[in-house]
């Protein structure tokens, strides 16, 4: 960023971004902001692409961008956003994954049992204080209870520009060309009609795109099965922690913020809201590295593992696995690396994974018709999106030891 | 290109593309290859998208391009593949579309009555007696009559590297970013099984994209409305020509290719292909031009409008027309531009245009899975590409005067 | 481009372009503007880099898009644009290239012995008429005679919106990806200091790299020898047929225009402006086909040479060539060909092409200084850009016949 | 990577990088290598450019594929490769950077008194042992000891593939497209001439290019004045800590492996090249997190500031900085943070940057023109790259609390 009060930054993804508001620049500047430098976007993904490395500030900053353009687009088609409409809804974006876990996805739930907009809306709301109520237009889009209700679904909704930078994003950075979506085109397209988000008939294959991309970053990336595996082993490392921790035993990461989420289930926000601000992947990373030497095997076999690189194995099918199968790798892994059974357990086992390529159920993605008409993408003439494409696509997956 | 018996041309899609055969380098320098020079590769497409003025040549050189990378994969896969079988293949699709008409499929059959392949075969054979048959194996793979079919697959089927290369360059030309396909990826995934070509289980999403860019590419960029009404507008001008000549008017284009074209309906290609050869978009351009000043109001008024850019009003709908409505529209365009009825028709007339997504009634993409069964890419597990988008989705236009 | 008053453009280079003046509209749609559809950017560089064969119609496209940009930017620093201004300094990008010839520098002074500005501005003040005035402020700008100099600059300068789009354009078409300037930067760093452009002490280093690009492009890309050569025949051919023309041969192009301009040397726009506007590339290579099978040795080899690309040899170097060495080439052309020593000197000649990367004595590039400092990008600390380089370049070429 | 014997893996850079050697498969998967997966390639220039976070391995892979290139172009020009040669050029680039410290460039000779050359090779004669002398012709290449001198060079040269690589890659993931290299045509140009690497002369252009574009990335990223302020606030706080643990302190940095390093100095590879395997970018950030509430003030703050990007302010002039300045800044800085001078010292201090665009006096980058003459880059007609050149630019910083 220059010097002075707008700020440009490069971004291979878009060009140029700029900041023109001094409340913008001051939220980038704020150290809950900053944290988000400190968590990949996609988590253990770089195992498998290895460009996959950028971060959660990152894509808060490319969404940013996308907002600013979708509420000009709507503007130059007459739709009405005051200036400070425009600013709550940049900057309710701007925040809207402020709490995120490390590992963004991966320990989703797992170290905190909290939604990570849960906490998103609680950082909004510790912010606002200290900005004497400057957030509350953000606050009340983001949670939508505010009247024009499309604000809200271009931060949260089937077309949001969340999506629409994770995807160009993502696409970017891991090089699947195949995520590449139409996102100048789709913001071109969207309208408001009756108070929502809507678009345009001439955009429908563009969504449909959008919807084809995103299915296949899901099936190719996101749930990629090395990732998957990976993703697994942290998860049950940070749960045998727990587990350890719970029984009483001393076990320590290395850094207090992770300690203290380790061994506390807090609910008030006013309890673990400034630890939260300094928990991210460094301190994860760090447990690991230290307890690649402890005493515990799943610890320290688990750790090593996945610091290496060395992955346990895994398969993906259809059908959920046999008991038997998970029997029959539980006995292997107890053998090759002298584990008893409580312990094995965290070396093999299966799992679940599903993805709806697009649910009319949830909030739709409205089609307007030059005639005032209005179908949901599923129902326009020879649409591609059928209603098959409505079930949630489930796939089983069992983590094993070679 | 540069000198010496192995050249690189820079190409913006690819960045470059290596010839490194003395045959090829033959080929290239030949008159009916250069020609391709000078017949867009998208016809109108550029009123609409000005990006889109790249040649036939620039396609089938990238083709050419991707039919080397195709070869590598498979033989690196373990496919035998001999070097006269690699050279055959590449010459047949540095070649496959040497018998484009002006405008390429503006003017499919209606220039000349023959299917643009047909050409393209006599132009190989006539070739083929002057290079001494190095050209026969290309021509049976061309004509699939080689043994090896998946040769002749990656020439001419679901997956050929004319597809590939169409779908690439077109979008990247027209800046239509949604139409990018993983080529890469999927030229990594193809594979060779009981000879045939097929793509391994983790294509599938690539493939499912595929298609899904290449229905994309025709609604929004190739059937584009407005590129409709160009061409329309184009083949009423010859068919008009053509029957102005075949009432014995001495009717002149400016250019004796095209004049012999226009008066002729030759099926012999040794009657033709050496005038073949000097005919090209050139010549149709320079015959509207002329034709702009002639007495004849259809072809004056067409050709001024087609070459300034004032096109026929079109509209494009899932239903036919009522016939009503095209006598309504040409009652005005009597009115508004003086015309008799029969000159009005070339002005108000309806059509329509098909689709199909994929139809696995014509050869199949048929995906190979780990476990050595086969299925059909509508068949796998949660398949995108349902049946329903087997059947061709129509769409009716109808042009009229403003 | 889509209906209403706002449009959308796509453009692969800058992703959309957006028109939302009614006016800029009606030139788009004028025909002195469609014809620049017919007239190739880069005339033959295209033999070299098969994808260079973007029009000029596309690079004012993007021009009236940079600027848009640039005025937006200078407005954001807090210099004063009024709305006619704005459209002024828009209308005067979009139209300052109208006047050129086909085939673009290629032709320049040749077919029609007036400068291509000459005749943009002629354009202009035909058009302004039809616009009742409309196009004033426009002229004004283009003709440097407008109060704010600094307008002026972005239409026509060392720093003009003009470079910055050809630059872009015709590196992402050859695919030459060095040519690639850093135009969103250096649009970003702009200002303006007592009524003159300037670029901020920050884009020095964009500053010099797009000296640097330009050097490249004009050595590897527009003067690479291949395209000298190409374009040193088309010249030799319209020389040709202007000299037989005068020497009172009944010599026709198959176009009223060319011919038109082959056998006049008129100076008052009234006279031939209407013509001009029919003038285009298919033209001349409409000619230049008909020639192929003309009875004058000079006009039909030359002509089959060119539109076959069997180019004429080239060497090009950085001292003048040796008379003895054109009598020898000479010699053997005259035997090679069966020709006459006057026909023989379209065959074999010599000439030159020079370029400087930046002549300070020309407008400066002046960086501004956070102390408000002024200095020529030739004289800032460490500059690449050293007085050395302000000597033109020159190159020395000879055609031959191999 | 999938699975089998033969790996792709995607790189947003080049598309995919193909790895078919065994010996190749081994040294990726080795935690030596895999290490580099927690370095980030650009210290902290993602403070700038947030996109900069890509990793050293990512670079190591892109240099490997860059070699596979250069390997195969010079190899069609008839120079002769054997596939041992070719192995071990391939895993001397691989594994060129494997002895960098964290944060790279940023903590170079700072944390560990070895250039990271030296470690590389470390690094290599340990892995040689492991794999029975496999990479004893990788070792001879690196350390220049191999008679076919150019294998050297293209590791580590003028124009090696570790810079090509490095500037694509950043330029890549910075958004800095002015650092984009024509790297591709850079490759097509290289040959081999009296045992040495050579450019062809039709490359010149592509030279000059990747030499500014290196000046370009040096001043306007490496060594961007708010980088340089981060990275040295991370030496001074390196430097602090070793000071307070040299005089007795017990300062833990939650790493033992940065623990060692912080309070040794050793020289033989077989004390610490273990330990040296588990140090990374997590390491130092996991300290500077404890750190932040250290009782050391200098600790503290300076941790505090940088992890949450409240830089240091910097100035950058051609000059060297009057002591005068530091001594107003400090008096300032002791006043504002409550230090004593000895402290101050840590937040208030200069240093300089130097970069040469190009030194003869090095190795040259040698031009073979047709004529079989070699000339050095700066002697070529009209050279951009003058001698004036070659005299390093330096620039003076002064760092401050603001």
Same mark, same amino acid.
């Given at each position: 960023m220059g010097a002075g009060s707008q700020k440009i930054i490069n971004d291979p993804v878009y060009g140029f971004i700029t900041i023109d508001s001094p409340l913008i620049l001051e939220l980038i500047r704020h150290p809950f902001f900053q944290r988000l430098r400190r968590i990949q976007q996609m988590g253990f993904a770089?195992?498998?692409?290895?460009?996959?490395?950028?971060?959660?500030?990152?894509?808060?900053?490319?969404?940013?961008?996308?907002?600013?353009?979708?509420?000009?687009?709507?503007?130059?088609?007459?739709?009405?956003i005051s200036e400070s409409e425009s600013l709550g809804a940049r900057a309710a974006i701007l925040l809207h994954d402020a709490g995120h876990s490390p590992f963004s996805h991966s320990l989703e739930n797992k170290l905190i049992d909290i939604q990570h907009e849960t906490v998103s809306l609680q950082i909004m709301q510790q912010l606002n204080k200290e900005l004497d109520g400057q957030l509350t237009t953000a606050i009340n889009i983001f949670t939508d209870r505010y009247p024009k209700?499309?604000?809200?679904?271009?931060?949260?909704?089937?077309?949001?520009?969340?999506?629409?930078?994770?995807l160009n994003r993502d696409s970017f950075f891991t090089g699947v060309s195949e995520g590449v979506i139409g996102y100048d085109r789709i913001?071109?397209?969207?309208?408001?009609?009756?108070?929502?988000?809507?678009?345009?008939?001439?955009?429908?294959?563009?969504?449909?795109?959008?919807?084809?991309?995103?299915?296949?970053?899901?099936?190719?990336?996101?749930?990629?099965?090395?990732?998957?595996?990976a993703e697994s082993m942290l998860v049950k490392i940070i749960q045998r922690a727990k587990e350890r921790i719970a029984f009483g035993e001393h076990l320590y990461s290395g850094s207090s913020a992770l300690d203290y989420f380790l061994s506390h289930s807090p609910k008030d926000p006013l309890e673990y809201l400034e630890l939260f601000g300094l928990? !991210?992947?460094?301190? %994860?990373?760090? @447990? +690991?590295?230290l307890w690649m030497n402890h005493e515990d095997k799943v610890l320290s076999i688990l750790s090593s593992m996945l610091i290496n690189r060395r992955l346990l194995k895994v398969r993906l099918q259809a059908e959920p696995f046999d008991e038997k199968m998970l029997e029959f790798h539980r006995a292997h892994a107890m053998r090759?690396?002298?584990?008893?059974?409580?312990e094995a357990a965290y070396f093999v086992f299966n799992g679940e994974h599903a993805n709806t390529t697009y649910n009319p159920e949830d909030e739709k993605?409205?089609?307007?018709?030059?005639?005032?008409?209005?179908? !949901?993408?599923?129902? %326009?003439?020879? @649409? +591609?999106?059928?209603?098959?494409l409505a079930t949630a696509v489930k796939k089983f997956y069992i983590c094993y030891v070679a």
């Open positions: 770089h195992l498998v692409y290895p460009g996959a490395v950028h971060t959660r500030l990152h894509h808060a900053l490319g969404a940013y961008h996308l907002m600013g353009n979708a509420l000009n687009t709507l503007k130059t088609k007459g739709i009405e209700r499309f604000l809200h679904q271009l931060v949260s909704g089937q077309l949001d520009v969340d999506r629409m930078d994770y913001l071109h397209m969207l309208t408001v009609h009756h108070g929502e988000l809507m678009v345009q008939e001439k955009g429908i294959y563009s969504i449909e795109k959008f919807l084809v991309a995103r299915r296949l970053m899901y099936w190719q990336v996101y749930l990629h099965k090395t990732v998957v595996s928990l !991210d992947d460094y301190d %994860v990373m760090g @447990a +690991l590295k090759t690396l002298n584990l008893n059974a409580g993605i409205n089609i307007l018709f030059k005639d005032n008409s209005i179908r !949901d993408i599923s129902q %326009v003439d020879n @649409a +591609l999106i059928s209603r098959s």
